[in-house]
């Protein structure tokens, strides 16, 4: 009786054994399955977020270079309508289409009506605005020894991890408008800029012997 009691002892402390290593088994598994089922978001810190971020600018300049085959980039800067009525009180003059205060209460694009008015408009709307990403446009030339810079869209301060990317656009003295208000009417000479009736946002190159109005740059930056 004695053996058989100490028999059992020892199949019981092998069983509790076991089952410890079992249980120990099964918490590992499951930390390995917790820890591979981790999604990377753009969010996440080191190789990956470089990796993700890269990816997203050269989204972002791929969406310019196609917008600017096909005209729709210099189309989009001469989109101006200047009858347009703005919040500023005694002010007019914007952007066809735009229909939302920007941060000066100019008017400014949202995405929606910036994709109805542009090549540039839907491939962001589609590959940023619909993935729950936001961007701003801007147009950026030079005036004089400073630069002025024009909103076309405006969702907000950029955080300091945005990216950016930008493409040029040279726009001529015989260059017209498209708006539908002022289709075809030429982009204004520089005397002509200087008349405080004239409202278009876009100012001219200093240099005034060469066909050239003004070189603009496109940037949109996204976060």
Known sequence: MLRSNTTTEADRGQAHTLEGFIGAMVVLMAVLFALQSVIIMPTTSGTADRTVQNQLQQETKDALVIAAQDDDLSETVRNWNESAETPKEGE????????????????TYSSGSFANQSTLGEILESRFADRGRSYNVELVAANGSEFETTKLVYQGSAPPDAFTASYTVTLYENDVLTSPEHRDEQIELRE????????YPIPPAEDGDGPVYAVVEVRVTVW
Do not use: K, V
């Open 92 to 107: 007019t003059g914007a952007f066809f289409g735009a229909d939302q205060p920007g941060p000066d209460r100019e008017l």
């Open 192 to 199: 002509a800029h200087e008349d405080e009736d004239y409202n």
